[in-house]
T-cell receptor, first 115, second 112 residues
Framework: KAGVTQTPRYLIKTRGQQVTLSCSPI?????VSWYQQTPGQGLQFLFE???????NKGNFPGRFSGRQFSNSRSEMNVSTLELGDSALYLC??????????????FGPGTRLTVL | DAKTTQPPSMDCAEGRAANLPCNHS???????VYWYRQIHSQGPQYIIH???NNETNEMASLIITEDRKSSTLILPHATLRDTAVYYC?????????????FGKGTSLLVTP
């Protein structure tokens, strides 16, 4: 079974621009979460989507948004990019089966550089 | 979710067992202990998780103390490819969604 895929893998943008990142979950997984990783703040939770609805949200400004499609694929958007948005953006998927054995599996990430 | 404490770094000789400790003294009865690792600039990789019984899979063993206030991840025969940052995360099983709280983890260096 294919793992979580993220596109693009690398991206360079300039301040003020916006960016859209894409995530395809493992087949059959219904929940998709997004995380930001920076050297200073570490791995931080952005938001989670389940059944096309945002189910959880971390402490990030409104410039960060996302959505999920009916096939569980998800996109994340960052508007008005700032230098501090340079980070590795990670997507994770899970079955969301309601079982205690359920867990998250991560993609390789998208490395965003803001100049 | 309960907070975890891990040593910032550890060394281990190749072929030896790597024992990575984690303290979670405020863990609640419904909270699980999860372990992930992250090899440089890759996505975190799920290793193992458990509630109160010891768990073993093809990657590692998880030993949880009887009072559940601490746990140890054991890599039985460490290889150079096990060099990574290891994260111990405590999380309650919930139907209301996921939000893993990664701390700083333990940077494990496996040496030849």
């Amino acid at each position: 079974k294919a793992g979580v895929t993220q596109t693009p893998r690398y991206l360079i943008k300039t301040r003020g621009q916006q960016v859209t990142l894409s995530c395809s979950p493992i087949s059959g997984h219904r929940s998709v979460s997004w995380y930001q990783q920076t050297p200073g703040q570490g791995l931080q939770f952005l938001f989670e989507y389940f059944s096309e609805t945002q189910r959880n949200k971390g402490n990030f400004p409104g410039r960060f948004s996302g959505r999920q499609f009916s096939n569980s694929r998800s996109e994340m958007n960052v508007s008005t990019l700032e230098l501090g948005d340079s980070a590795l953006y990670l997507c994770a998927s899970s079955l969301a089966s309601g079982s205690s054995t359920d867990t998250q599996y991560f993609g390789p990430g998208t490395r965003l550089t803001v100049l | 979710d309960a907070k975890t404490t891990q040593p910032p770094s550890m060394d281990c000789a190749e072929g030896r067992a790597a024992n990575l400790p984690c303290n979670h003294s405020t863990i609640s009865g419904n909270e699980y202990v999860y372990w992930y690792r992250q090899i440089h600039s890759q996505g975190p990789q799920y290793i193992i998780h458990g509630l109160k019984n010891n768990e073993t899979n093809e990657m590692a063993s998880l030993i949880i103390t009887e009072d559940r206030k601490s746990s140890t991840l054991i890599l039985p025969h460490a290889t150079l490819r096990d060099t990574a940052v290891y994260y111990c995360i405590v999380r309650a099983f919930s139907n209301s969604g996921y939000a893993l709280n990664f701390g700083k983890g333990t940077s494990l260096l496996v040496t030849p």
